[in-house]
């Protein structure tokens, strides 16, 4: 069988790549809806809502460069539009959410999908033997666990 660049077999790592795109797809589209928060956000809150959505648009827009270089590394071309984004995301674009527990449940929903992304990449990439994807999903994971037990805690949820 054909391997790759880095050694991998070629097909597990086309269909790698192509779940990381999709996987990109949705970080985009959290990455703005964060964006969008963290302008609009209204209320009460506001203060420390401002600060946690720039906290976490700011470690998503690095998620996606990682995401897209890990797609290149795999030999494939990362989405790269905004057609392919809306396209490929399950994450679908929140408009005129201003309230700190309607952004907070929607940033928690957003977390949920991509963890669930991730954990299917993970499967896919031990299948593979892919140890730098594998990582790079462990790592995510782990750091979004945190944050979804934390944005829970806020909602009054755990």
Do not use: C
Not at 31 to 57: A, C, D, M, T
Not at 62 to 79: F, N, Q, S
Not at 94 to 110: F, P, R, Y
Not at 121 to 143: F, H, K, R, W
Request: aromatic share 8%; proline share 1%.
């Amino acid at each position: 069988m054909e391997t790759n660049q880095i050694g991998l077999k070629t097909e597990q790592s086309n269909k790698l790549a192509k779940e990381l795109n999709v996987l990109l797809a949705n970080y985009q589209m959290f990455y703005q809806n964060l964006r969008g928060f963290h302008w609009n956000i209204q209320g009460p809150s506001f203060f420390e809502l401002h600060v946690k959505f720039e906290e976490l648009y700011s470690d998503a827009v690095l998620k996606v460069d990682e995401i897209a270089e890990r797609v290149l590394t795999l030999g494939e071309t990362p989405h790269h539009t905004f057609t392919s984004y809306l396209e490929h995301s399950t994450i679908k674009e929140a408009s005129n959410l201003k309230d700190g527990e309607s952004t907070v449940t929607t940033t928690l929903s957003n977390l949920k999908t991509l963890l669930e992304m991730e954990r299917k990449i993970l499967v896919v990439s031990g299948e593979a033997g892919d140890e730098g994807t594998n990582s790079q999903m462990s790592d995510y994971i782990t750091e979004q666990e945190k944050t979804v037990w934390m944005l829970s805690a806020y909602l009054g949820r755990n």
